[in-house]
Each structure stands twice: as structure tokens, then as C-alpha cells.
């Protein structure tokens, strides 16, 4: 199993490099995330102790299941999945240090409000449904300079990008179409010069499109089945990401 995931990580870790050739752009603007969704802690330690420092859970629950076997290895948790507000408290007490998944003013006002009783700031990215599918979170691209500018005004939340799940399909210029729209969204926010906001960050592409997230300037590559192996059951087992729960 060891050698398998560090095979793995280097296999990722090479592609990123060598896009990064192909775009011009230094490998070290692109980090790889760890998507570990129902990843045992024992492998996702295997990455971590082998020089990774930044992983995401989609769910809370797996978020508090794993906290105290890896709490002990230095890393960065990010938050990738749909947040329901009745989880925000969970979130927040597990050492999540940046939300990926934002994306709607409903969950946003609700967190400020817990962040504000606690005297905590947290980073959050706006995620955008680039795809425009139904079964995908994300707000639509036409509302997501209205959203940013929304959060921005709520102290204790620092937008630091973007992110979206692109069209999961083998026509590239679909894919890429994807990418493109979260980037002219960065630059159209980068153009308002809102108080306390950056956009430093487009969390786009896995281990399918990752090439073409690159290209059209990717920072953040989400990388789950291609290093740690691929899943017992399909993700429908375990949740149903199509549906919406406030």
C-alpha cells in the first residue's frame, strides 16, 4: 500500500511539473490538495509523512472521524464538500482552515455570525458551477460577483479565490470552457478592487483535466482515487451530492 501511494504521488507530482513546463508557469504556483473522501487515516498519514501538507474532506463527518489520528502530523485541512449550516460548528472546531465550497450568502452570514462568537477568522473560496449541471453545487457564474461582494462585507470571512468542478467529459473544449469562465470571473473581481478580498487562488482540476486546469491557471489540483486508489463503493453509496440541503 506504501509504495503504491508514493508511486502514485510522484506520478501526480510529475504531471503537475510538467504542465507547468508546457504552460511557463513555475510548478511551485500549483499546489496539490489531497482529496482523501473515504480515504483511511492510515493512508492518507502515508502521504503526509512522505512531505504533503494540504488535504480536503468532502464530509464532516469523515472530517471528526479522522481528526485524532492525524492531528499530530503538521498539514492544512481544507473543506471541499457541500456545507449544511448545522455542521458549520463541526467544521470550524476540526481544524478546518479554509471553506472551498461557499456558495451561497445563507451558509456565508451563518458562519460570520459563529466566527464572530468565537473572535475567529476563517479563508474561504467561492465555489462556481461552471458546468451549469444541476447535479453540481456552486452558484451560477452570472451571480458570483454579486456573492463575492456580499462576503466581502462579512469581516470575519477572507475570500482568497475561486473554485469549481469542471464538466467531467473527454471533449476538451468543454472542459476547458469550464476553467475559463472561473478565470474571467478572478479577473473580474481582481478588477473591482474589493476591500480585504484577493483572488490568489482557482482551485480547478483533478486527475482528468488537470493538464488543461493548468493551462488556464489552476492553483489548487484536487487529486483523490488517482493516489490513494480507487473507492470501495461509487460516491452515490455514501451521499448524494445532487441533493440540496440548506
Known sequence: MTHDILYNLYKILSRIEESCLKANRNPEEVKLLLATKTVPA???????????????????????????????????????????SNKIKDVLKYGVTCIQSLDRIELAEKLH??????????????????????????????????????VSQLSTLKIKGLMTIGLLSNQTDKVRECFKILKA???????LHL????????????????????????????????????????????????????
Not at 62 to 83: D, R, S, W
Open 42 to 84: 492510515d493512508k492518507i498519514r502515508i502521504a503526509l509523512q512522505a512531505g504533503q501538507v494540504l488535504i480536503a474532506e468532502n464530509k464532516v463527518q469523515e472530517l471528526k472521524e479522522k481528526y485524532e489520528a492525524l492531528k499530530e502530523i503538521p498539514h492544512t485541512n481544507h473543506f471541499i464538500g457541500h456545507l449544511q
Open 195 to 246: 476591500p480585504g478580498v484577493q483572488m490568489d487562488e482557482l482551485s480547478m482540476g483533478m486527475s482528468g483535466d488537470m493538464e488543461i486546469a493548468i493551462e488556464e491557471g489552476s492553483t489548487i489540483i484536487r487529486i483523490g482515487t488517482a493516489i490513494f486508489g480507487q473507492r470501495n463503493r461509487p460516491d452515490s453509496y455514501y451521499w448524494n451530492e445532487a441533493v440540496t440541503v440548506k
Open 185 to 191: 470571473l478572478q479577473q473580474q473581481v481582481i478588477a
Open 113 to 150: 455570525q459563529k466566527l464572530l462568537a468565537d473572535n475567529k477568522t476563517i479563508e474561504v473560496l467561492i465555489q462556481v458551477n461552471t458546468s451549469n449541471e444541476s447535479s453540481k453545487f456552486g452558484i451560477h457564474p452570472d451571480d458570483a460577483i454579486e456573492l463575492v461582494t456580499k
